[in-house]
Every structure is written in C-alpha cells, then in structure tokens.
C-alpha cells in the first residue's frame, strides 16, 4: 500500500466516524439527522472526495424482499473491485440478507465495521464478523483501491430518465 492509499483509507475511516451516533433512516443522508447504509457509504466515499456525488434514491425499504437482482451488489462493483484477502480500513463490506446483498459498512479493522444499521436504530462501530449475529447469509469483501490498481476507471453513473 502506497502513501497515498494510505491517507486515503484512513480519511475514509475518519469521516465514517462522524457520522457515529447519526440515527437510522431510510433514504435520508444527513449526518446527525438520518441515514441508511447505503447513503453512509455513498456519502463518505463522495464527502472525501473519492467518487463523485450520486444519489441512487429512491428506493423501496423492502426492495430486497421483492426482487431478484442484485441492486446493492451492482451500484458497489462500479466503484469497487471485490478483495479475497482480509478487508483493510476504508474497505467495504456487504452482507447477505436473505436472499440478496443488502447491507453495507465500512471497515475500520476488521472484523469491526461502521454502518447505519435499522435494528440499533442508528449507525454504529460495531463487530460483524461473527457469523449469526446479524443473520448474515454471506459476507463480501470490496476494496476501491483495487479499482485504481486494475486501471479501470469507475463506472459513470447510470442516470435514470424520470
């Protein structure tokens, strides 16, 4: 890991923790007001300055219950390139729930993550890498920096035309 790398990962994990304490709610992304995990992860990676500001809003809170495809899975991959090494700080981890990927955090040192998580009611550091203690399915591993490594720029965003 370069220099660079380096000071990223850890702004990264820095400007996740203060969003810490920020109440869980769904769709919303205002530090200290509300936010959902997938709103942390976009905030804090776009906030840094890593990836530009996107807001794949709206969507459905029961989105994976009712649908085959693989929606978070597919928004992160664009930005990321899955790791099948132990996760550093600033990677992310998603989390299978039922069937479909459909929670994320951010890791700080594995296995402890931050993420904004509905049942605590806010967003939390917490450790997810015990097997059952969020019903986890299966866990995936994602790194942005492998991204930068392979040459691959991001994926642009996909815009919907309402």
């Given amino acids: 890991m370069d220099a660079l790398e ?3 990962r850890a702004t990264i994990v820095a400007e996740a923790r203060t969003w810490i304490r920020t109440p869980y709610q769904h769709g919303a992304d205002r530090k200290k007001g509300g936010v959902d995990c997938l709103m942390l992860l976009v905030r804090v990676f776009a906030d840094t300055g890593l990836i530009e500001p996107i807001d794949p809003r709206p969507y459905s809170k029961t989105w994976f219950l009712h649908r085959d495809s693989e929606m978070y899975l597919d928004g992160v991959l664009k930005y990321t390139r899955e790791i099948f090494t132990p996760p550093q700080p600033g990677d992310i981890v998603l989390c299978k729930i039922g069937r ?5 955090g951010i890791v700080t040192t594995w ?3 931050i993420h904004a998580f509905a049942q605590a009611r806010m967003v939390l550091e917490d ?3 015990l097997q059952g203690k969020y019903e986890v399915v299966e866990k995936r591993f994602f790194s942005y920096w492998k991204m930068r490594a392979s040459g691959l720029p991001p994926v642009a965003p996909q815009h919907d035309a309402h």
């Fill in 100 to 104: 479909l990927f459909a929670h994320g």
């Fill in 127 to 129: 450790n997810v890498g």
């Fill in 6 to 8: 380096a000071a990223q």
């Fill in 111 to 113: 296995p402890k993550v």
